[in-house]
Every structure is written in C-alpha cells, then in structure tokens.
C-alpha cells in the first residue's frame, strides 16, 4: 500500500479550494441530465434558504492498488470538527469522478439537514474509480481494492472517522452494492449502502456494451441480482426513478430483497430526480451515523 504523494501543484490547488469554501464561492460538481452517467461540472450552486454552505476539498494521492494519482474528495458539512467524523464512501457514475460523485446537491442537502438539526454530522468521501464497475477488470488497476484498503488508511492519516456506510448512483450504485458483500465476506459488514438510481442491468449484451467484465461469467460472478443476500446485516435504502433505463433491474432488486428502503419515484436517470431522493438518502444514512471519537 503506497504512502500518499503530493506535488506542487496538487497543494497549490487544495490551498485554492479551501480558500474558495472559506469564501463562499467553491466550485461544486453534480450529474447533467444530458444523457444517462454523464457528468459536468458547474459552480457557485451552495446557497441555501439557511446559508447552509458544504466545505469541499480535494486532494491528489497515489493509489497503489491503482496504480496511479487519483482524486480524494470530501463533503463535509461546514463548521464541523473533522476528528473522528464518520464518513460515508461515494462511488461515482460511469466517466465520472471523484469531482463528480455528489450528484442531486448532495452535499448541499447534507450541510442544510446538519445546520438545521434534523442528522448528526457526517461526511462524504469520493476517489476516482475508473470507468470498470468497481472492480479489477484490468490487470493491475483495482479499485475495489482501493476503497477496502487504502481509503480506510488514508482516512485515518488526516483524523476521520471510519466509513460507516457506501453511497453510490449508477454505475456506483452497482459498486456500493458490489462493497457492502466485499465487506460481509470479510466479517466486517458496513452499517448502511444507499444504491440511487444503480446500475443493474438484466442482459450480457446490453452489459457488454460497457467494456466492464472480460466475459458474461465475470459478471454474473459480481452482479448483485445474482447475489441477492451477499451483503448480510448491511441496511440497505434503494432510490430509482419508474422513467429509468435501470428500471427493471432494480424493481427486481427491490422486490426480491426486501430492502429496508426501496423507493420507485416518478423520473429518469438524471439529476432531477437525484434531487428528489437526495434529502431521503441523507436522512437513511443518518441513522447509522455514529461518531468514532
């Protein structure tokens, strides 16, 4: 496992994010609804009715299980001490990022209901994840590796909390599930996975299209609907939208698993929707929010 390595510019850059949050004027990331897993960045989209503004920050760190620098990025709530915050991962759509991953105003939702009262505080992690479904499709580059073993680390060396929980949307979503069994097989089940919109697809063709399994076995191996009580004592909340191209993957997913949440909610794959389930997404991971110190 690689120590985390800074260049001159990555500090350059993390010291322009914070002094940006400090005024009121950071750059925010969310999902286009111009077709389904692409993403773009906007900016200046923090006010709230309350003031309630996210601090964001970005890091570049190596990961060896990667292979490569990569983005660390946490969504905080502003105000809060970091020491000790629990954190939940959050995994990113297909040609995505970590820079991408809070989809709906997540973090936006999540600074508002902290200030407000109504959660404890918590935060959210995101690393870039590649384009492979969470998983070691090419030799050498594993991500699932990355979030079991290095963000935990990484985590630690700058004082926050464990993760308690994994959020994802889209092709996220199938990772976070893809996590939570990761984690059950390792007698260490996560508290809570919140799946928005996930990517569970119901044919090797249409699969196939994605480049992310060598052959139909591989996948089946790592599908969530043919693992269906993989994750074991994990609560799991599931959002999708009936307009959505993962619609009929997750109905099943939903019906067959019983989750303690499992929403199907008028929308399509796209960020109006993610805002219309953000807030509950909040509110289910809260639940299980514990801090560590």
Known sequence: MGEPRYSRRTLIAAMGVVIATATGVATYVTASSQGPQEQIATSDRLSRPNGAKPTLRFERVYSAARHRDVTLAFYLPAGVN????????????????????AVGDLADVLASAVKKGSVPAFGFVAVDG??????????GDDPMAMLLDEVPQWLRERGYGEPFAITGASMGGFGALLYARRRAERGDPIAATAAISPGLITTWPEMAKRRAFKDEDEWASLDP???LTSTGPTALGVWIGDRDKFIEGTRRFIRDVRPEVGTVKGGGHDDGFYRKVTPDVVQFLAKYAKRTV
Do not use: C, K, V
């Open 130 to 139: 590649g384009d492979n479904y969470w998983h070691e499709n090419i030799p």
């Open 225 to 227: 609907l043919r693992h």
């Open 82 to 101: 970091p020491r000790g915050l629990p954190m939940s991962l959050l995994l990113h759509g297909l040609h995505g990022d970590a820079r991408h991953a």
